[in-house]
């Protein structure tokens, strides 16, 4: 198991970024995947983006394809998503979870056995 704590979540306006943190330990960082979901008040977690251990494979939801960024920092075992253009729609509470399968970075929530308990996102107009 991993532990997750995510920060960086708040209010902000439309058209406006913000950068999500996530940071974890209890096992080698570089060694697993990672990714961000997210979950609206009503709807079920939606994937957003995830990235391969070593950070050289990612992917998008289309949703937040060209403006949204994922990167992590093996040395400081932290990983983030930048967010930009935000919308009201992006508007969640994101979550980040880690697999303990392998280095394939998921699009499926059901492959993540690690998360964190989740940082709240407003994007308000």
């Known amino acids: 198991q991993v532990q997750l704590v995510e920060s960086g979540g708040g209010l902000v306006q439309v058209g406006g970024s913000l950068r999500l943190s996530c940071a974890a330990s209890?096992?080698?960082?570089?060694?697993?995947?990672m990714g961000w979901f997210r979950q609206a008040p009503g709807k079920e977690r939606e994937f957003v983006a995830a990235?391969?251990?070593?950070?050289?494979?990612?992917y998008y939801a289309d949703s937040v394809k060209g403006r949204f960024t994922i990167s992590r920092d093996n040395a400081k075992n932290t990983m983030y998503l930048q967010m930009n253009s935000l919308k009201s729609e992006d508007t969640a509470v994101y979550y980040c979870a880690a697999t303990s399968f392998d280095d394939s970075p998921y699009r499926s929530a059901f492959l993540y056995d690690s998360w964190g308990q989740g940082t709240q996102v407003t994007v308000s107009s």
């Open positions: 990235i391969s251990g070593s950070g050289g494979t990612s």
């Open positions: 209890g096992r080698t960082f570089s060694s697993y995947a």
